[in-house]
């Protein structure tokens, strides 16, 4: 029998504020600001959050992930619209409990063959293996073949993440392997990165927040030299700075594609208004 193919994507992705050539559903956690609850992206936009918090920066505000049941639904729907297969990527199981719910949720739907992918990352780290898998659908790839495609690009995906505060990543308990030098750490503007497992760790602490662009801009150059990569920045109230890295990288190499994306709210949430991310893919 031949495979339909479908693909299943969380919000944290960004992809929503992407255009897909391939139908792709969408499972959204649940922004809660100042005691009131908003769909990612469906209900607030990431600019319009960014302005908010920033705005009223003791706003009360924590997420939650999709509920299982909801996740289910969505399966639901793909089995409904004739698909046998789905893809359903998502973000690093380390920074949420979303990859938890897609597996639990498989089990309430039969008849479907469900492959939860946890991508280890977020933002267009997550987005990159979305649009790899629409390519792989669209040139005639098996759902196993793809899986098996994703999980070697996923293992090539770096991002290193720049926060203008670590009070959001604290509050929320997003940060591994900080509490050492948490009081220290409070004072600076620390580089962290994803590690190979999905997990979010300090990488360098550093004094200010002009030293520690720098310093980024001077990690990436030294990391993709002699190497085929395509690179992402995703920012959040900073789409100025986003653009002015992006034209560094360019001049350090011309030729180099840099997507420029917003963070969506919901992890827009835990990490804080100023917040740059800059990551690659080596191909």
Known sequence: MSEKIGIVVCGNSGVDYMKLDYPVKMIRSILNLG???????????????????????????????????KIASVYEELKEEGY????????????????QGAVLAKDM???????VID???????????????????????K????????????????IYVLVDTLKYLVKNG???GAQGFLGTLLKVKPLLHV???????????????SKAQARLLEVVKSDIEGKNVTMFIAYTNNEDKA???KNKLIEFRPGLTVEVVPLTPVVGAHAGPGTLGVGYIVL
């Not at 607030?44 to 509920?67: C, G, H, L, R, W």
């Open 84 to 99: 046998t297969d789905v893809i359903a990527i998502v973000i690093s199981s380390k920074l949420s409990g979303t990859y």
């Open 35 to 69: 005691g009131k609850e908003y769909e990612d992206y469906v209900d607030i936009q990431a600019k319009e959050f960014y302005d908010m918090i920033q705005s009223n920066p003791d706003i009360d505000v924590s997420t939650s992930q999709t509920a299982t049941g």
């Open 109 to 115: 739907v039969s008849d479907l063959n469900v492959y």
């Open 174 to 176: 997003r940060l591994s």
């Open 143 to 158: 759902s196993r073949e793809i899986i098996d495609s994703l999980e070697k690009i996923r293992d090539n995906i770096y």
């Open 243 to 245: 653009i002015e890295i």
């Open 119 to 141: 991508s280890r990352s977020v933002s267009y780290g997550e987005a990159y293996l979305v649009l790899e898998a629409i390519k792989m659908i669209k040139a005639g790839s």
């Open 195 to 209: 590690q190979r497992d999905g997990t979010l760790v300090p990488f360098e602490k550093i004094r200010t927040t």
